[in-house]
Nanobody, 123 residues
Framework: QVQLVESGGGLVQAGGSLRLSCAAS????????MGWFRQAPGKEREFVAA??????VYTDSVKGRFTISRDNAKNTVYLRMSSLKPEDTAIYYC??????????????????WGQGTQVTVSS
């Protein structure tokens, strides 16, 4: 059974930083795409970043501020978030296996989802 467990969320002031972690278990994910989505109150779920092989993609609003990384030995993907803004406030979800045949930007492309971790950025 595949499980994704996120951690690292919390409350931070604007301009601050956080690092989210997502530990995957149930299989080896080194050959799978891994990434992050987020969902703000009243908004649709939004793609943030993803990594597969030598391909890394970020949504425009986080480029230069967020960095995705992964440790395949630990089956873990990270999201380093810097220069945080109030509009980054959302529940952040870890995703694995974006081989669903569609764009990475589309939630249904991804097979496995974590339970989410809250990130709140105060102004």
């Amino acid at each position: 059974q595949v499980q994704l467990v996120e951690s690292g969320g919390g409350l931070v002031q604007a301009g601050g930083s956080l690092r989210l972690s997502c530990a995957a278990s149930g299989r080896t994910f080194s050959s799978y795409s891994m990434g992050w989505f987020r969902q703000a109150p009243g908004k649709e779920r939004e793609f943030v970043a993803a990594w597969s092989g030598d391909r890394i993609v970020y949504t425009d609003s986080v480029k230069g501020r967020f960095t995705i990384s992964r440790d395949n030995a630990k089956n873990t993907v990270y999201l380093r978030m810097s220069s945080l803004k109030p509009e980054d406030t959302a529940i952040y979800y870890c995703v694995v296996d974006g081989s669903g045949g569609g764009s990475w930007y589309v939630p249904r492309t991804w097979t496995y989802w974590g339970q989410g971790t809250q990130v709140t950025v105060s102004s």
